[in-house]
Structure formats: structure tokens, C-alpha cells
């Protein structure tokens, strides 16, 4: 039973404690709107047991806060890769439709076409996009959660904005159902 | 005119869903979970070390008990599977040692691939469901062949390199699945990656100091000290998908990989699969580990005793909750077809080329297996045995084999294939 001073070990705890209970609900809903309803929960565990086992590198309030976000976009993208590596998650291609908000007929077809138009962003502009707005965290904090400078960061929101505003534009004159399953990546 | 930035914000897919609180039974229970199942590492572990080796007590322990599993015993490794890895384990064994990855430098390695991807659906919105308004959904899925290039320095920084072709049909059904849906993306958009990542975003496992005796190793796995800091599953399997993890994108030397290959020796319940064909096209010796309804293959080159590539085949539908496929279907499959130390991450090894591959559509098992015996779609279409040309155009070019009519699943012929 050999281990760290108790205090530093009591103080960790009561932080990681207390980063938990602040945080369970934004980092279960980040989770969820990347990896669906499937995933969440094993994804979640994930991200809160890493950080506990790293909890040595726990940066004091309020980077603790981007540090977990920091832990979670990388779970997110290890749960990505393992769809590559094991075939294991790739059962799901997205979350469904939530039951609860059953989106109409018309609003799906919003939604189907939005989704078109936005896989035709390069992959960090879409995280910009989902940070900011869906996940509405501060451009200044986005930008150390994707490790790069706040103008970066506003430069992509802005360019991300505008090549949707004109791809979404294309795909509502045409609203044609395409026979390639897959979008071509813009590169 | 529209507002692009409020339609977006308006498409998030939580909104209006009621989220766990921290203090929900949910978040209670994990919470609970984390901070008594293992102790956190209070000590100051700052620098470039993405994981840790803890536990020398616990892995002691557990070295002993691996130790008492002999070859022999009851629950012994099948005999097959453990010669042919100890012959691979001398073949590595007798292998130059190389140079650890210097620092600024990157391990790469370029892979071809072939993943299953199935639209599936909750239970209520099954055919047959009372819930189920509107036309019954039908699940369909397809195999989208993948190209992935990764860049890994010993800090986790690197590259990453992923593009997913265009998808093929399982089956005709599936097709038609697909067009009465409303034809779908299949391929999420997210899948496309090619990215620059900073120090420590490449999660990889941490090679130095990793103990070369067999039995330790095995040991330091199986107590998840060892490998994946990602939720690897419980159990015997998890300790088989670190295994691999260990030597798959990774600069593994010849030791490590001899004492990798012993370690999977000493597994109850590896399998021999014997010869077979790698996505690419190659043959290989697969060893592999069957669970929760999939077998998941270690292919490797009898000559050089690396690792060829893997495969995940279904061996129980009625596991795969939801996803109708058949026994014997390939739910994923890679081959690692080039690897090497390079200066940057704009810079592959003299020679790669990823033209000159091409992934075959796995064939479709020819045995129906049992479909609708799975209790979650069990009014669902069956898939049928057709194995006629995919639907959608594809860019693959099977290579004709000696199997004949197979262009390349020939072990899929015995999927549940069991050295006794």
C-alpha cells in the first residue's frame, strides 16, 4: 500500500471528483454527438477512466476543463480507428433519430441534406463547427482543444460557414439523391 | 435566404434529448467504477511517456498463475495454434535487432482494407415491431474498401491518412434495402481523414521497456498494465486484441514479437486457422481468438514471421444484435502492406505504392448460416447466398486464385474452422 504523500493523493482525488461532477453531462453529450447512441456509454467510461489514470497531469481549474476535452476528442478518435481496425463499431453508421424530438418528414430531409453538405468539409473545419455551435464552447478554448491559435480557429468557423452556406445552396437547387452512396472528399 | 450558422446549430443531434446528470444512477455507477477499480497514477508522470508499466506486484502474481498454465494441462492452448506460434517466436528470435525509433523520426505504415458497414436499426423500428410506423425498415449493409497511412513518432504526434473507396452491396437485397431508404450516405463523412496531429493525439502503445519474457508479458496484459489505456474488452479476447495492438502500426522489434508470439501461445482457446489470404492477396498463417459472435484472425508470414494483416468473421449472428449477416461473413479485414522509418510526415518508404493493391470483395459465405435466427431481427429479410457482382460499381479487382470461384475468402469455407 506503498504510494503517493496521502494529501496530494486526497487533493487529486477531491478535484477529480469534483471535475467529474461538473463535467459528466457536457462530455456524455460531446460523446454522443460524435459517436452515437451506441458507443456513448463504453466511449464515456473511456474518457473519464483515462483521466483518472493520468490524473497526475490534471491541470488546475479552469484548464482542467479543456484538458477532459482534450482526453474525450481523443477517445472519440480512437473509437474511430477502432472502426477501422476491428470492424467492431462499424455495425452503426450514425445515431438515429432521437424518438423522443421524431423529427418530420421535412425536417429529415433538412437534416439528410445539411449532413451531405457538411461531409464535404474538411474533417477539422466540421469539428470547429460541431465545437462552437453545437457544443458551445469559446473559440479561444476550442483552439486549445484542437491545439492550434484562436485566429486558426476563427478561420476555419469562418471558411467552414461560407463553403457550407454555398455547398448547402448546390445541394437544395439540386435535391437530387445521388447514385454514389459516398460523397467525394474535398481535398 | 437561410442562416446557415443556426440551421447547423439547429441539426445537433442531442438537442432535445434529456442527458444524464452527474448524479444519475449512470454517471453514479461509472463514477463508482473508475475510482475503486484501479488507483490512479498520483505520481508525477509528466514528459513525453504516453503510458505507464505499474503494477510489478500484481503482474507478479498473475506471472505466477500464467506459469502453472503449462502446455498439457487441462484448458491447455490447442497444440496447433501454440507449434505454429512458437515456430514464428524462433523465426523472430533469430532476427536482427533493430534501432529504436529515434526521436523527430516516424514509424509509418500504409494498409489496405475492407470494412462491413450495416445500417441497422433499434428494435422498435424492426419489420414486425408494434411500435413501427410507416414502411418496415430493412437493415442492408455494404463493404467499403479502405487505404490507411499513419505516421507515429514516440511522442504520439504524427499523421493520419485514411480515404474510404466506393462501397459495394453485400447482396442485391441489400441494395434494394438501401434505395427504399431513401439511398443513404454510407460512408460517414467523418471516415475521410487526413490530419496533422500534435504530440500524444495518436494513441499508441508505449513499447520501451516492455518486459521480452513470455510469460511476464502475458502477465502484464492480462492486468491491462500492458498496451491499450482504451477500454480493450475483459477477458481472454481483450488480451488477444492487445496482442495485436502491440504489433499492428507499431515498430515492435524481433524480440518483443517473439515474446508476443510465445505469449499468444500460452493463450487457452487460440486457434489455428492455418493458410489463408490476406486482403491484399498474400498468404499467411492465421492464428485466432473467437468471441461474442466474431473471430478476430492474426495473419502472419510463415517466412519472416511479421504481421501480414487481420480479419474479423462473424461465427455466431446471433450475437450481432441487430446486424443480419450470415456465419462466415468478413466484417472487416487488413493488410498491412508497407512499413518503415521515415524523416517526415510527408515522407513514405522508398518503394510504397498503395496502386498497386487491390481489395477483393470477401465473398459472401457459402452457407446461409442461421440469419433469422437471431432474435432481434427475426422477420427481417434473409440474406440470401447469392454471390453475384456487387450492385454498385467498384474499383476492386479480385485476382483469380487457385480457390477458383472464390477470389478470396478461400478459408471462408470453415469459418468456425478449429484445429482439434
Known amino acids: 500500500m506503498a504510494g503517493p504523500p496521502r494529501d496530494a493523493s486526497r487533493l487529486k482525488r477531491e478535484h477529480f471528483a469534483s471535475l467529474y461532477e461538473e463535467n459528466f453531462t457536457d462530455i456524455y453529450a460531446y460523446v454522443l454527438r460524435r459517436v452515437g447512441t451506441v458507443e456513448v456509454s463504453d466511449v464515456v467510461q473511456d474518457v473519464f477512466a483515462t483521466a483518472w489514470r493520468s490524473a497526475a497531469r490534471m491541470p488546475e481549474a479552469p484548464q482542467d476543463r479543456l484538458w477532459l476535452y482534450g482526453i474525450a476528442r481523443r477517445a472519440v478518435q480512437h473509437s474511430q480507428r477502432s472502426l477501422f481496425r476491428r470492424g467492431r463499431l462499424q455495425h452503426r453508421l450514425e445515431a438515429e433519430p432521437n424518438e423522443a424530438t421524431g423529427p418530420t418528414r421535412i425536417a429529415d430531409q433538412l437534416d439528410i441534406r445539411l449532413a451531405r453538405a457538411v461531409g464535404h468539409l474538411r474533417p477539422k473545419d466540421q469539428e470547429v463547427l460541431r465545437l462552437i455551435l453545437w457544443d458551445e464552447i469559446d473559440r479561444s478554448d476550442v483552439a486549445v482543444i484542437l491545439g492550434c491559435s484562436t485566429n486558426a480557429v476563427d478561420v476555419r468557423f469562418h471558411r467552414a460557414l461560407k463553403r457550407l452556406r454555398a455547398r448547402f445552396a448546390i445541394t437544395q437547387a439540386t435535391g437530387g439523391v445521388g447514385c454514389d452512396p459516398k460523397p467525394a472528399p474535398e481535398y | ?420
Open chain 2, 1 to 420: 435566404m437561410f442562416d446557415i450558422e443556426s440551421l447547423f446549430a439547429d441539426a445537433d443531434p442531442v438537442r432535445g434529448s434529456s442527458l444524464p446528470s452527474a448524479d444519475s444512477p449512470e454517471a453514479t455507477y461509472l463514477y463508482q467504477q473508475i475510482s475503486s477499480s484501479s488507483a490512479p497514477r498520483f505520481s508525477a508522470q509528466h514528459g513525453t511517456q504516453v503510458r505507464v508499466i505499474a503494477g510489478v506486484g500484481l503482474a507478479g502474481t498473475a506471472a505466477l498463475v500464467a506459469a502453472l498454465v503449462v502446455p498439457g494441462a487441462p484448458g491447455a492452448p490447442t497444440s496447433a495454434a501454440a507449434a505454429v506460434l512458437a515456430h514464428l517466436s524462433k523465426v523472430a528470435a533469430g532476427q536482427p535487432a533493430a534501432a529504436a525509433l529515434p526521436a523527430g523520426e516516424y514509424e509509418y505504415t500504409a494498409s489496405v482494407g475492407m470494412n462491413l458497414i450495416s445500417r441497422v436499426y433499434e428494435n422498435d423500428e424492426l419489420p414486425g415491431s408494434p411500435t413501427t410506423s410507416g414502411p418496415p425498415k430493412q437493415t442492408f449493409s455494404v463493404y467499403a474498401p479502405v487505404t490507411r497511412q499513419v505516421w507515429i513518432a514516440t511522442d504520439g504526434s504524427g499523421r493520419l491518412e485514411q480515404s474510404y473507396g466506393t462501397p459495394s452491396f453485400l447482396t442485391p437485397a441489400d441494395r434494394a434495402a438501401w434505395v427504399s431508404d431513401g439511398s443513404p450516405d454510407v460512408v460517414p463523412a467523418s471516415s475521410d481523414v487526413d490530419s496533422i496531429e500534435p504530440k500524444g493525439a495518436l494513441v499508441a502503445p508505449d513499447l520501451s521497456n516492455l518486459p521480452t519474457n513470455p510469460g511476464t508479458l502475458l502477465a502484464g496484459i492480462e492486468a491491462r498494465t500492458v498496451g491499450s489505456s482504451f477500454g480493450a474488452p475483459a477477458g481472454a479476447a481483450g488480451t488477444f486484441e492487445i496482442i495485436g495492438e502491440l504489433l499492428r502500426e507499431t515498430d515492435a522489434s524481433p524480440r518483443l514479437r517473439a515474446a508476443l508470439y510465445q505469449a499468444a501461445a500460452q493463450m487457452p482457446g487460440v486457434t489455428l486457422i492455418g493458410t489463408v489470404t490476406d486482403a491484399a492477396g498474400r498468404s499467411g498463417t492465421a492464428v485466432a481468438y473467437a468471441s461474442n459472435g466474431e473471430q478476430n484472425e492474426l495473419i502472419f508470414d510463415p517466412t519472416t514471421s511479421v504481421l501480414l494483416g487481420e480479419a474479423t468473421v462473424v461465427t455466431d449472428p446471433t450475437q450481432l444484435c441487430r446486424l443480419d449477416v450470415s456465419v462466415g461473413t468478413v466484417l472487416y479485414e487488413t493488410s498491412y502492406v508497407a512499413s518503415g522509418v521515415v524523416n517526415s510526415t510527408s515522407d513514405v518508404p522508398e518503394g510504397t505504392s498503395l496502386t498497386s493493391y487491390h481489395v477483393a470483395i470477401p465473398s459472401s459465405p457459402s452457407s446461409s448460416g442461421s440469419p433469422s435466427s437471431s432474435n432481434c431481427s427475426s422477420t427481417a429479410p434473409s440474406q440470401g447466398t447469392s454471390t453475384s457482382s456487387p450492385t454498385v460499381s467498384t474499383t476492386t479487382n479480385p485476382p483469380p486464385t487457385a480457390a477458383g470461384n472464390s477470389p478470396i475468402g478461400i478459408r471462408r469455407d470453415r469459418p468456425n474452422g478449429r484445429d482439434e
